[in-house]
């Protein structure tokens, strides 16, 4: 499966998987409690600033947001069509942020940083009994590896309509492609119970 992850030496690069996550929590709490689009407007700039020094090019970075940028698009316009021009704009400028932040630390992390982290911080539930730390972490993991995996797959059937002088319509291009989604998701999940990977036991409560 291909990966978000980015070889690098930037800032971001070099702090702690730890830090960074923290930090993603901070910046995701504080674009929710403001609406003033000047304060989210200079955010997305820093965003923008952010995933821009990570020296991957900005013809690869569009390519990676291009399916997430649509996406907010629509949320953004049925926002504006629902509610006021001003909501509009704070929806738009708040998630464009969010998903700035987001993929620049995607683009700094190892996903096995990813799933370590995860799961020391799912430990303590562990221990009560709630959740299975590494099963957290690796659903995490899983999450994060797939984006890349399902976007990758719309690419190719998008050349493929556009090879056979078809239309790109929304139900010729779901339908094949989470069936295709599913199946790998079917093969991943037989080869980690063939490892024995989810057959872990939780500790005993005391």
């Known amino acids: 499966m291909r990966s978000l992850y980015v070889e690098g030496d930037s800032r971001l690069h070099r702090l702690s998987p730890r830090i960074k996550l923290i930090l993603l929590i901070v910046v995701s709490l504080a674009l929710f409690l403001t609406r003033s689009p000047i304060m989210l407007g200079g955010a997305a700039f820093a965003g923008a600033l952010l ?22 698009a629509v949320v953004a316009l049925a926002t504006l069509m629902l509610n006021t021009v001003e909501e509009g704009v704070v929806v738009l400028l708040r998630l464009t942020t969010l998903m700035l932040v987001a993929a620049a630390v995607t683009a700094t992390t190892p996903v096995g940083s990813f799933i370590g982290e ?21 659903a995490v993991g899983l999450v994060i590896r797939f984006v890349p995996e399902v ?38 999940a037989a080869a980690i119970d063939a490892r024995g990977i989810r057959g872990h036991k939780p500790p005993s409560r005391s």
Not at 51 to 72: A, K
Not at 118 to 138: K, M, Q, Y
């Open 51 to 72: 995933y821009g020094s990570l020296g991957m090019g900005w013809r690869e970075g569009w390519l990676r947001l291009r399916p997430i940028l649509l996406t907010i």
């Open 118 to 138: 995860i799961s020391s911080a799912a430990r303590p539930f562990e221990r009560i009994g709630l959740v299975r730390a590494d099963d957290i972490g690796l």
């Open 151 to 188: 976007v990758s797959r719309y690419e190719i059937l998008r050349q493929a309509h556009r090879a056979r002088g078809l239309k790109l319509r929304p139900m010729t291009v779901i339908v094949p492609l989470t069936i295709q989604t599913l199946k790998s998701a079917d093969e991943i």
